[in-house]
């Protein structure tokens, strides 16, 4: 039973498109994030919602929203995509960071390829 | 600029000998610190963490050192085994409780059987 779960895995998309990556945890977990791992393979936080609350919100464009319905979930919605933004897309989750417990869970990733 | 610093982008080792993977930071601020292990098309995996109140952290096979003076920690593995192939990341966090996670940019170990 997967802990964290991302669809699609794999999104080819032409430039100017939206679209949307889904996140799903069963863990109980208060917290869930947004890293972007670039392909100098560099892991960057994008965002982080606790319990529905937008926590961190680094600098990201705003073409790039997050909708958190439920504490389970965090779904990324891109706007006019472009070139810059391929890239392997990963949601984690974690405990309520106040208690110092910062071991996140990562899902599997969504290569996003816009061409 | 890179808060979080893995200087040798692969390292390769014989099985059964010990991998060390290094790992140097600048943020002083920084006080938790982790391992993530990642295999190809997979997220990061948990392995291992630190508090900066310690200096040694060990878990079976894996022990972790921190010097917080030379701001340097490292991975120990012992005794390194070709399932351990894979990417690994250094991650640090400070006292904010945001949960964020600053990360190196990775190193590959190859355990050659």
């Known amino acids: 039973d997967t802990a964290v779960s991302q669809t699609p895995k794999y999104l080819v998309t032409q430039m100017g498109n939206d679209k949307s990556i889904k996140c799903e945890q069963n863990?109980?977990?208060?917290?869930m994030y947004w890293y972007k791992q670039d392909s100098k393979k560099f892991l960057k936080i994008m965002f982080s919602?606790?319990?529905?609350?937008?926590?961190i919100n680094e600098t990201v464009p705003n073409r790039f929203s997050p909708k958190s319905p439920d504490k389970a979930h965090l779904n990324l919605h891109i706007n006019s995509l472009e070139l810059g933004d391929s890239a392997v897309y990963f949601c984690?989750?974690?405990?309520?960071?106040?208690?110092?417990?910062?071991?996140?869970?990562f899902g599997q990733g969504t290569r996003l390829t816009v061409v | 600029d890179q808060q979080v610093k893995q200087n040798s982008p692969s390292l390769s080792v014989q099985e059964g000998r010990i991998s060390i993977l290094n790992c140097d930071y600048t943020?002083?601020?920084?006080?938790?610190f982790l391992w993530y292990k990642k295999y190809p098309a997979e997220g990061p995996t948990f392995l291992i963490s630190?508090?900066?109140?310690?200096d040694k952290n060990e878990d079976g096979r894996f022990t972790v050192f921190l010097n917080k003076s030379a701001k340097h920690l490292s991975l120990h593995i012992v005794p390194s085994q070709p399932g351990d192939s894979a990417v690994y990341f250094c991650?640090?966090?400070?006292?904010?409780?945001?949960?964020?996670?600053?990360f190196g940019q990775g190193t590959t170990l190859q355990v050659k059987p």
């Open positions: 984690a989750s974690s405990q309520d960071p106040g208690a110092r417990i910062t071991e996140a869970f």
């Open positions: 943020n002083s601020m920084f006080d938790y």
């Open positions: 991650a640090a966090s400070d006292s904010s409780n945001t949960g964020k996670l600053i």
């Open positions: 863990l109980g977990h208060d917290t």
């Open positions: 919602y606790n319990n529905k609350e937008l926590i």
């Open positions: 630190i508090s900066s109140i310690k």
